[in-house]
């Protein structure tokens, strides 16, 4: 497996990533004896995958309910016009948005699918209607709500 900074990864490196997508503050002693290594070389790489960019972040999952945003919502956004000028300035205005957890660049019926993260319908509609809808490439956006969600952020299939 190869990745786009050009780093091969081999089987302890797998282990080593899917071992800390189940649990980023397994300290290294564990993690070492998980993935048949000491210590000393387990933390180089470690440190070698976060200075490739194949490590990007070590986060906490949080229960979005229990922190108050009980509200998913997917938004397909179709744009106006497809220029430079108009995709940098909706990407940098929707990553200035924190109820924006997810912007992806799609082929298909939408040009962009948003996951936002709210408290309720009244906070989705004021983070349309307030910023979305004021940006002048927007054509429309279309709507769909999570009801249930089964599965979240889960890790990565880092199989060989």
């Known amino acids: 497996m190869t990745t786009s900074a050009k780093i091969t990864l081999d089987d302890i490196d797998l282990k080593i990533l899917r071992e800390l997508q189940a649990d980023a503050r397994l300290p290294n002693l564990v993690l070492a004896e998980r993935v048949g290594l000491s210590p000393s070389p387990c933390s180089r ?15 906490a999952m949080v229960d979005r309910a229990a922190v108050g945003l009980g509200l998913t919502v997917f938004a397909g956004v179709r744009v106006e016009k497809h220029t430079r000028g108009n ?7 929707v ?19 948003l996951e936002v993260v709210v408290p309720d319908m009244a906070a989705y509609e004021a983070t349309v209607l307030g910023r979305l809808l004021e940006l002048p490439a927007i054509r429309d956006i279309r709507t769909s709500f999570a009801m249930r969600s089964h599965k979240v952020g889960g890790p990565l299939p880092l199989e060989r």
């Open 45 to 59: 790489r470690v440190k070698l995958l976060e200075q490739a960019g194949v490590i990007t972040a070590h986060r």
């Open 95 to 113: 990553l200035a948005m924190p109820e924006v957890v997810a912007c992806h660049l799609t082929s298909g019926d939408v040009d962009y699918l």
């Open 87 to 93: 995709a940098d300035a909706f990407v940098a205005a």
